[in-house]
């Protein structure tokens, strides 16, 4: 899952202004649930003028801190480099610029990001701590780093020995021609069991779909196979062990790996063909519903922060509940939904994929200008960069209707969506799911809104995509036991 679904499958996000994103960020260090590693608080006091390793913390950020992570490396000619973390963005290991380390003078920048961002710091007295000013534009702010990774308190996340069998695995999807690779864990005992396949949300995940320094699926998968259930996680392709294919995929592909993923579940031995079902979170909640429609291997699904709208009225959605629990004025929030919109139905209308460019320069002539002022600029530069991005999968996405697999699905479904997603809301897509299962003459569906929760499924505050991270609850146990319960009455 990214936390912007319009990131797409397989394609990294470029990293976005640090202070235009940082006020999803919200609570204090304490209540963030991120630790410094007590390896590195514990190391011998270094030289202030050795500070080559990681470094972790926060640049004190309105309305809250955010959270990095620094490593600095020297070459044996002295030469400085590094790289920085901003999981709540989804930034991993980019590179930075200007590294500079003069006694305890510390410096560095973000080549290639709006506003120019630097870090100007120094070591502190015991060479364990940096502290200096991070500026973006003219804005300026406080950071704090201290020697160490980021490590997270997560106690949810399951460790072993398990009181059940864990086996790494590969099957083919021949169609494809790929090799995907996953995790399945299988009760104790002869079986056979009952068994669920996880599909994950959208872009590119590994088989415990670790986001944020959460693993959900692992999490899931501990759950469930204590409660009698084999699950079947994998990684997806171009990640782990799986192979990447030569083609750009869709949702339509992910459906094919999730079949081959039923093909190698009915071939086991251990595995009750008979009772095979799906469990998919966000994209992957719709990509179950896709599968069931046609496969009558399936006999049970669970959609987890699946949507019941249309691509492009999703995204709109999703920016604008994003955007407006940001705080962005009406009218700015208005004004970036004609651009998207004018750019979702331009790319939609593109049936072969191929571009039209006397359409998109038409569109590009008759942006609105910034609410209050004259400029057209900006919003040029949005809708080029809309266009430019948009790659199979989002083509796919844009134009896909759930609704058209949901009308289909008999088989007993549990579509759950957390209150407070922001990603996909509750209040449109629930009742967008609940009339399409209808229509399928569904007569074993139960659509229901989770207080509290995010897109996650964890307790929140706000449902904002910063908050993931801060959050040290992975699933929140209402939700664990909901699901557990669900399938316990329909796998017996």
């Not at 913390?57 to 959270?67: A, K």
């Not at 060479?127 to 997270?152: K, N, V």
């Not at 962005?328 to 919109?341: G, K, S, T, V």
């Not at 600029?377 to 609704?403: K, V």
Request: aromatic share 6%; hydrophobic share 45%; net charge negative.
């Amino acid at each position: 899952m990214r936390t912007n679904v319009e990131a797409g499958r397989g394609v990294r996000s470029r990293v976005v202004w640090v202070i235009v994103l940082a006020c999803v960020v919200i609570g204090g260090w304490a209540a963030m649930g991120v630790r410094v590693s007590a390896d590195a608080q514990a190391s011998a006091q270094a030289p202030a003028s050795s500070v080559a390793g990681p470094w972790s913390g926060q640049i004190s950020l309105p309305p809250g801190p955010l959270n990095i992570a620094v490593v600095l490396t020297v070459d044996a000619a002295g030469a400085w480099t590094g790289t920085i973390d901003i999981p709540a963005q989804g930034a991993r290991g980019v590179a930075l610029a200007d590294v500079s380390v003069e006694g305890r003078a510390v410096s560095f920048a973000m080549a290639g990001v709006p506003g120019d961002p630097r870090f100007s710091g120094t070591i502190g007295d015991d060479g364990q701590s940096m502290g200096g000013t991070f500026t973006q534009g003219p804005a300026s702010f406080p950071f704090e780093l201290r020697r160490g990774a980021l490590t997270y308190v997560r106690p949810q996340e399951p460790k072993a020995p398990f009181p059940y069998r864990v086996a790494d695995v590969t099957y083919r999807n021949e169609a494809a021609g790929i090799t995907l690779a996953g995790t399945l864990t299988v009760p104790q005992g002869a079986g056979p069991f009952p068994a669920v396949l996880l599909i994950t949300g959208s872009g590119a995940q590994d088989r415990d779909s670790a986001v944020m320094g959460h693993k959900p699926f692992l999490l899931w998968a501990d759950t469930l196979t204590r409660q009698g259930i084999a699950v079947l996680r994998v990684d997806d392709r171009g990640v782990g062990g799986t192979g990447r294919g030569t083609v750009q995929p869709t949702s339509l592909d992910f459906a094919g790996d999730v079949r081959a993923g039923l093909t190698f579940l009915a071939s086991r031995p251990e595995i009750d063909a008979t009772r095979l079902g799906l469990i998919g979170h966000s994209e992957g909640a719709n990509i179950a519903a896709t599968v069931a429609a046609d496969d009558p291997r399936v006999r049970f699904i669970v959609m987890l922060a699946g949507s019941g709208v249309r691509g492009d009225a999703l995204l709109l959605e999703q920016f604008s509940a994003l955007a407006a629990s940001q705080g962005a004025p009406q009218a700015m929030i208005d004004w970036q939904l004609a651009i998207r919109r004018a750019v979702y139905a331009q790319l939609i209308a593109e049936t072969d994929g191929a571009p039209n460019q006397a359409a998109r320069q038409a569109i590009l002539e008759n942006l609105p200008p910034v609410p209050g002022t004259g400029d057209t600029e900006p919003g040029r530069q949005l809708a080029t960069e809309l266009f430019e991005s948009a790659n199979a999968w989002i083509r796919y996405f844009l134009a896909a209707d759930p609704r058209d697999a949901l009308s289909r699905v008999k088989v007993p479904v549990l579509a759950l969506i957390g209150e407070r997603d922001l990603q996909i809301p509750a209040d449109d897509n629930i009742p967008a799911i609940r009339a399409a299962l209808a229509t399928a003459g569904n007569t074993d569906a139960t659509v229901r809104a989770m207080p509290g929760l995010n897109h996650l499924f964890q307790t929140a505050k706000t449902g904002l995509p910063g908050e993931y991270e801060q959050i040290e609850e992975t699933i929140a146990p209402s939700v664990l036991s909901l699901v557990g319960e669900w399938l316990g009455e329909r796998v017996r």
